[in-house]
Structure formats: structure tokens, C-alpha cells
């Protein structure tokens, strides 16, 4: 009688709360999710902001202000000691190459080996070879031509290489606005060397385009060290790196040294103030521009290393009082116009990747709730199947007693 009784019930229209009252079951659907997709995002797209910059961005930031405005310095600085005192270049690049050796306690500590895995040990050499090699020629050309100059040949003749070799060997694709700051530093640098090759002196010709063509050797060697270290996979290949530098640095500026220079002993505060500077500000340098070209075309690296130009013209007129021409300003001017391209395009694809990337989440999201909402109503639909067996096993039971 009870039995007919909720059959009879059930068929009914009655609210929920009245089928609870007369111990019917009651079939309420899992609640929605009503979250908005659209506003899923929006918490972290506000977090990060739509100053997201790319691999790219990444790299020529580093290359700029760790690589290039750093190494601005040190060609002044390698002139301000000879002039103190005369210290020799590989003195320097030798003092240099010692405190590169301690980094190797640094990676004694990582438990790393000190030149990486063996079967990278040939490229890891030949990289330290032509960093010794780029660094030798380029501390000697800022003792025989003005630093500025030399800062000039070098970056112009590593970038022009890095452009040429990149689009050889690379699979990089430079892009218009690539190839615009590119044209343009370019452009920038003929500007500031032309004059000053057009106007070299007939006492000191030779010993000036000695210094050019140390200048342009150290340039090319330097677009091959980094092309080189691209190459890399290896944890701490930085370290590793900077530490095989030293030791090769150590191994051919010890012997060589005394041969080709006359050592100088000083207790000059103003020329050790001015090595460790060098030796700190280069290391610094070594570290970013290298961790760069692992991010961006070395190409583009070596034009943000141009910054150095820039750098070095400045504390070549404020502290050395040499002079700085018309056209050396608008060199500098060029240069600093096709970083500020570059910049802004990196930038500009940085905030795209970044907005493709959001979309991408938001939809990953948005899968995720309806794959969950779809689980909650097959859990439902499941309760409901067996509430209702259930329900037919107790009728059969009370209708047999």
C-alpha cells in the first residue's frame, strides 16, 4: 500500500521539498559551472602584464646592458694604464685570464667537470682559443689607436661576419626589421671609421692601420666564438667556458708574454684600480654576450654589443679629453636608432607570443571544465541509475512480503 502509494505520488508534480517530505527520491542535476572562460585569464594576464618579453627580447636585453655598456670600459681603461705606466696588454689579458681560472672552484662546487663532457672538449678549446685570440687583439689595438676607434672595427667586423655566418650555418631567420637595425648600426659604424681612415696621419700610418687591422682580426674572432658557443648544450657551459678561457688564456700568455713584451712592475694604484676594473667589467661581459647568443642570431648580439661604442666614445671625451667629431656623434646616434628598432620589434613579438601563449591556456582551461563537467554528470547519472535499482529492488521486496 505504501508502495502504490509513492508510485502514485511520484507521478505527481509536486517541488522537490514535498518529494523529500514523502521520502521520494529526489533527482537534482550536479550545479553548472558558471564560470566565465573569458575571465579566467584575465588575474594573470593583469599579473604579468602586456610587458612579457620574449627569448629573443631576453637575449638582446642581457647583450645590451650586461654586454655591451660593461664592456664600454674597458678599452678606455686598458689605455689609461699604458698611459700610467705602460702595463702591457697581455699583462692584462693575463691577470684576466687568473681570475677566470677560480671559477673553477665554482664548478668543483656544482659537481661539474671543469671543461664540460669529453666528447665537448674539442669545441670548448677552440672556443677559448679564439676568445684569447679576439681579446689579445682587440686590448692591443686600443693601445695603438684611439679606443673608441678600435671598439668601432671590432664590433662592426664581429657583426658583419655574425650576419654572413648566420645566414650560412644558422637557422635563425633574421626579419625585416632585423635586417633594418642591422643596415643601420652598420651604417652607423662607416660613419665613424671612414672619416678617421681618410684622415690618418703619414708619421704614424703604419702603426695606425696595424691597430685597424688588430681591430678587425679581434672582430672576427669574436663572431666565431659566439657562432661557436651557440653549439653548446651542456650544464653550466658559462662556467665552463669562462674557466677553459683562462687556462688556455694562462697557458699562452705565460710563455708569451715576456717575449713579446716587456713586463712591468708597478705599485700604481691608478693602473691595478684599472686592471681589476677591466678584469671584472670583461668577465661580466664574457658572461651576458655569451648567454645571449644562446637566446637571439648573433648577429643581433653584436649589434647590441655596439652599445660599447657608445660607451667607450663617452669616456673616451669626458676622461681621456680625446676628441669626439661630428661624425662620431652621428654614428653613435645611427647605432643607437637601430637598437631602439630592434628593441621595439622584440618587444612588439614578445607581447604577441605572450597573448597566443594566454589564448592557448584559456582554451586548455576551458577543455579542462568541460571534460570535468562531463565527469559530473556521468557521476550523476551513474547515483541516479543506481538510486533507481534500488528503488525497484525495495518495491520487489515488499511486494513478495
Avoid at 717575449?259 to 686592471?275: F, I, K, R, Y
Wanted: proline share 5%; aromatic share 8%.
Amino acid at each position: 500500500m505504501r508502495s502504490n502509494q509513492g508510485n502514485h505520488l511520484s507521478s505527481l508534480n509536486l517541488p522537490r521539498c514535498h518529494q523529500a517530505v514523502w521520502g521520494l527520491p529526489t533527482q537534482m542535476k550536479p550545479p553548472a559551472d558558471h564560470r566565465d572562460a573569458r575571465g579566467v585569464g584575465n588575474g594573470r594576464r593583469d599579473a604579468v602584464g602586456m610587458c612579457h618579453l620574449s627569448d629573443n627580447a631576453k637575449g638582446l636585453a642581457v647583450a645590451l646592458f650586461g654586454g655591451g655598456v660593461p664592456a664600454g670600459f674597458v678599452g678606455p681603461f686598458t689605455r689609461i694604464a699604458y698611459q700610467a705606466t705602460r702595463m702591457p696588454s697581455l699583462e692584462i689579458l693575463l691577470f684576466r685570464c687568473i681570475l677566470h681560472l677560480t671559477l673553477g672552484a665554482a664548478l668543483r662546487y656544482r659537481g661539474a667537470p671543469l671543461f664540460g663532457p669529453r666528447q665537448a672538449w674539442r669545441p670548448i678549446f677552440v672556443h677559448a682559443f679564439i676568445n684569447v685570440v679576439s681579446i689579445a687583439c682587440a686590448y692591443s689595438s686600443f693601445m695603438v689607436i684611439p679606443a673608441g676607434s678600435a671598439t668601432t672595427v671590432r664590433k662592426g667586423t664581429s657583426t658583419l661576419c655574425s650576419a654572413i655566418m648566420g645566414v650560412v650555418i644558422g637557422s635563425y631567420q633574421l626579419t625585416v626589421y632585423d635586417w633594418v637595425g642591422l643596415v643601420g648600426s652598420m651604417a652607423g659604424l662607416c660613419l665613424i671609421v671612414v672619416p678617421e681612415l681618410m684622415w690618418l696621419e703619414k708619421t704614424t700610418l703604419l702603426t695606425d692601420i696595424l691597430g685597424y687591422v688588430l681591430a678587425m682580426l679581434g672582430g672576427l674572432a669574436l663572431a666565431v666564438a659566439l657562432i661557436i658557443f651557440r653549439t653548446f648544450s651542456h650544464p653550466a657551459k658559462l662556467l665552463t667556458a669562462a674557466f677553459t678561457f683562462g687556462v688556455v688564456g694562462s697557458s699562452l700568455c705565460a710563455p708569451l708574454f715576456p717575449l713579446l713584451q716587456d713586463p712591468v712592475v708597478t705599485t700604481d694604484p691608478l693602473t691595478w684600480s684599472c686592471a681589476t676594473s677591466i678584469t671584472v667589467l670583461a668577465l661580466v661581459s664574457f658572461f651576458c654576450a655569451n648567454y645571449a647568443v644562446t637566446k637571439t642570431h648573433p648577429a643581433l648580439v653584436c649589434a647590441f654589443l655596439h652599445s660599447e661604442v657608445v660607451v667607450t666614445m663617452a669616456v673616451q671625451y669626458f676622461v681621456l679629453s680625446e676628441p669626439v667629431t661630428a661624425y662620431d656623434i652621428g654614428g653613435a646616434g645611427a647605432i643607437i636608432g637601430s637598437i631602439v628598432v630592434v628593441s621595439i620589434h622584440n618587444i612588439n613579438l614578445g607581447r604577441q607570443e605572450q597573448r597566443e601563449r594566454e589564448r592557448e591556456q584559456e582554451q586548455r582551461e576551458q577543455e579542462q571544465r568541460e571534460q570535468e563537467q562531463r565527469e559530473q554528470e556521468q557521476q550523476w547519472e551513474q547515483e541516479q541509475r543506481e538510486q533507481e535499482q534500488q528503488r525497484q529492488q525495495e518495491q520487489k521486496q515488499q511486494q513478495k512480503q
